[in-house]
Protein backbone atom coordinates (compact mmCIF):
# COMPACT_ATOMS: atom_id res chain seq x y z
CA UNK A 1 0.00 0.00 0.00
CA UNK A 2 1.20 3.56 -0.65
CA UNK A 3 -0.39 6.55 1.21
CA UNK A 4 0.24 10.09 -0.39
CA UNK A 5 -0.93 12.89 1.66
CA UNK A 6 -0.45 16.50 -0.47
CA UNK A 7 -0.02 20.02 1.03
CA UNK A 8 0.71 23.48 0.34
CA UNK A 9 -2.39 24.70 -1.56
CA UNK A 10 -4.38 27.86 -1.31
CA UNK A 11 -5.75 31.00 -3.06
CA UNK A 12 -2.73 33.70 -4.52
CA UNK A 13 -2.78 36.24 -7.00
CA UNK A 14 -2.13 36.10 -10.74
CA UNK A 15 1.83 35.82 -11.10
CA UNK A 16 2.22 34.53 -8.05
CA UNK A 17 3.88 31.12 -6.87
CA UNK A 18 2.63 28.37 -4.41
CA UNK A 19 4.92 25.08 -3.61
CA UNK A 20 3.00 21.91 -3.28
CA UNK A 21 4.18 19.00 -1.33
CA UNK A 22 3.10 15.38 -1.49
CA UNK A 23 4.56 13.37 1.44
CA UNK A 24 4.60 9.51 0.16
CA UNK A 25 4.65 6.17 3.14
CA UNK A 26 4.31 2.50 1.91
CA UNK A 27 3.31 -0.18 4.08
CA UNK A 28 3.49 -4.02 3.39
CA UNK A 29 5.73 -4.93 0.30
CA UNK A 30 6.54 -1.69 -1.65
CA UNK A 31 9.60 -0.56 -0.37
CA UNK A 32 10.37 1.95 -3.29
CA UNK A 33 8.36 4.35 -5.53
CA UNK A 34 9.24 4.66 -8.76
CA UNK A 35 7.39 7.57 -11.27
CA UNK A 36 5.21 10.24 -9.01
CA UNK A 37 3.76 12.97 -10.67
CA UNK A 38 1.31 15.84 -10.31
CA UNK A 39 -1.92 15.84 -11.89
CA UNK A 40 -4.77 18.62 -11.61
CA UNK A 41 -8.41 18.86 -12.49
CA UNK A 42 -10.77 22.26 -12.96
CA UNK A 43 -14.30 22.00 -12.09
CA UNK A 44 -16.21 20.72 -15.48
CA UNK A 45 -12.87 19.60 -16.64
CA UNK A 46 -10.93 16.22 -16.63
CA UNK A 47 -7.67 15.22 -14.56
CA UNK A 48 -4.71 16.20 -16.54
CA UNK A 49 -1.07 15.76 -15.94
CA UNK A 50 0.89 18.50 -14.92
CA UNK A 51 4.64 16.70 -14.58
CA UNK A 52 5.99 13.23 -13.63
CA UNK A 53 9.62 12.45 -12.07
CA UNK A 54 10.98 9.24 -11.77
CA UNK A 55 13.71 7.76 -8.69
CA UNK A 56 16.00 9.03 -10.29
CA UNK A 57 15.28 12.79 -11.58
CA UNK A 58 14.15 12.45 -14.82
CA UNK A 59 11.16 14.95 -15.50
CA UNK A 60 8.45 15.29 -17.99
CA UNK A 61 6.27 18.54 -18.38
CA UNK A 62 2.61 19.14 -19.78
CA UNK A 63 3.12 21.72 -22.57
CA UNK A 64 1.18 24.70 -20.08
CA UNK A 65 3.63 24.47 -16.92
CA UNK A 66 6.63 24.21 -19.17
CA UNK A 67 9.13 27.23 -17.74
CA UNK A 68 6.42 27.83 -14.97
CA UNK A 69 6.63 24.61 -12.91
CA UNK A 70 9.40 22.93 -11.42
CA UNK A 71 8.74 19.39 -10.27
CA UNK A 72 10.94 17.90 -8.04
CA UNK A 73 11.57 15.51 -5.18
CA UNK A 74 13.63 14.22 -2.09
CA UNK A 75 13.86 10.43 -2.05
CA UNK A 76 15.16 10.00 1.35
CA UNK A 77 11.82 11.62 2.52
CA UNK A 78 10.08 9.99 0.07
CA UNK A 79 8.32 13.56 -0.74
CA UNK A 80 7.59 15.29 -4.02
CA UNK A 81 7.24 18.40 -4.71
CA UNK A 82 5.78 20.88 -7.40
CA UNK A 83 7.47 24.72 -7.61
CA UNK A 84 4.67 26.78 -9.36
CA UNK A 85 5.53 30.41 -10.58
CA UNK A 86 3.80 32.74 -12.60
CA UNK A 87 0.54 31.14 -11.98
CA UNK A 88 -2.68 32.47 -14.17
CA UNK A 89 -6.34 31.97 -12.93
CA UNK A 90 -5.97 28.96 -15.39
CA UNK A 91 -3.95 27.09 -13.41
CA UNK A 92 -7.22 26.91 -10.76
CA UNK A 93 -7.56 23.29 -10.38
CA UNK A 94 -7.42 20.58 -7.37
CA UNK A 95 -3.95 19.23 -7.47
CA UNK A 96 -3.42 15.38 -7.38
CA UNK A 97 -0.24 13.23 -6.65
CA UNK A 98 0.07 10.04 -8.11
CA UNK A 99 2.27 7.04 -8.73
CA UNK A 100 2.04 3.42 -9.77
CA UNK A 101 3.90 0.72 -7.60
CA UNK A 102 3.11 -3.12 -7.97
CA UNK A 103 0.68 -2.14 -11.15
CA UNK A 104 -1.96 -0.19 -8.97
CA UNK A 105 -2.50 2.86 -8.99
CA UNK A 106 -2.72 5.33 -6.19
CA UNK A 107 -3.87 8.81 -5.11
CA UNK A 108 -3.38 11.59 -2.77
CA UNK A 109 -6.63 13.41 -1.44
CA UNK A 110 -5.73 16.95 -3.55
CA UNK A 111 -4.72 20.48 -2.55
CA UNK A 112 -7.10 23.24 -3.69
CA UNK A 113 -5.42 26.11 -5.48
CA UNK A 114 -6.82 29.00 -6.56
CA UNK A 115 -5.36 31.64 -8.99
CA UNK A 116 -7.18 34.76 -8.56
CA UNK A 117 -6.75 37.88 -11.61
Known amino acids: QVHLVESGGGLVQAGGSLTLSCAAS??????????MGWYRQAPGKQRELVATITRGGTTNYADFVKGRFTISRDNTKNTMYLRMNFLKPEDTAVYYC?????????WGQGTQVTVSS
Open 98 to 106: ATNARGQDY
Open 26 to 35: TTGRIFDINT
